[in-house]
């Protein structure tokens, strides 16, 4: 089975992935890969090593000028397209596979940096639109779990990070990032729901771990 953490930039969701494999190691493990796949020196990924190029110098290499954000969307679409066949294989094992972000990180995105770069002169219906229907080819997971916070709670984990920070994780965007993510679950997610991720990192653990179990893995015994 596969469950995806989503969830904007600094919210929690790779502490909480790893925090629930090594809590529970027989039942959680980690999907291969995390989307977008544009981590240098990948070994496993199906995208084309050009096109993984274009993901990161948009993301961390001060180039979504140069980049439009419509041929990011494109890129980002064919790269989870070019894991389909890994990512059913996984859907369909008995084990609870983790992923952090997937079809609905691809929506938020989209409208987002769409909605910030004024792309269609700001239409929000017809950029909504072309956003759905890009997402409409990606696979469904499992389960989705939703890690919400306030744009301020998200911005001040950013800042303790040291790590270079993505195109996105500016106040502006990250405002518009979570009001999305919220109008994505309530439109579109049938299968999921939020946690509050400013609570203390094990109660977040303890309540995922007890959703997870009652929906997707009734009578599994924990280890």
Same mark, same amino acid.
């Given at each position: ?33 995390? &989307? ?5 020196? @990948? ?28 041929? &990011? /969307? ?9 894991? %389909?066949?890994? &990512?059913? $294989? %996984? ?6 596979? @983790? ?11 989209? !409208? ?7 792309? &269609? ?8 639109? !072309? ?7 990606? $696979? ?7 890690? %919400? ?19 996105? $994780? ?28 400013? /609570?203390?990192? $094990? ?21």
């Amino acid at each position: 089975m596969l469950v995806v953490i989503e969830g904007p930039d600094g919210v929690g969701k790779t502490t909480l992935i790893n925090n629930l494999i090594n809590m529970y190691p027989k039942i959680y493990d980690k999907f291969p890969l995390s &989307f977008p796949t544009y981590k240098k020196h @990948l070994t496993n990924s199906k995208t084309p090593q050009y096109l993984r190029d274009k993901l990161y110098d948009y993301l961390l290499n001060d180039k979504r000028g140069d980049i439009s954000d419509l041929q &990011f /969307q494109y890129i980002n679409l064919i790269d989870k397209v070019m894991q %389909y066949d890994e &990512f059913v $294989e %996984y859907k369909n094992k008995n084990k609870i596979y @983790l992923i952090d972000r997937y079809k609905a990180s691809g929506y938020v995105y989209g !409208v987002s940096s769409m909605l910030d770069s004024n792309l &269609f002169n700001g239409n929000e219906k017809f950029i909504r639109y !072309v956003n759905e229907q890009m997402v409409s080819l990606i $696979e469904d997971p499992s389960f989705d779990i939703f890690l %919400y916070a306030e744009p301020e709670y998200v911005m001040k984990r950013i800042d303790k990070r040291n790590d270079d920070r993505s195109a996105y $994780e500016t106040e502006e965007l990250i405002k518009v990032i979570c009001r999305e993510y919220v109008h994505y679950f309530n439109t579109f997610v049938q299968n999921g729901i939020m946690i509050d991720a400013t /609570q203390k990192q $094990e109660d977040v653990v303890s309540d995922v771990h007890s959703i997870i179990k009652k929906i997707l893995i009734e009578g599994v015994e924990e280890c």
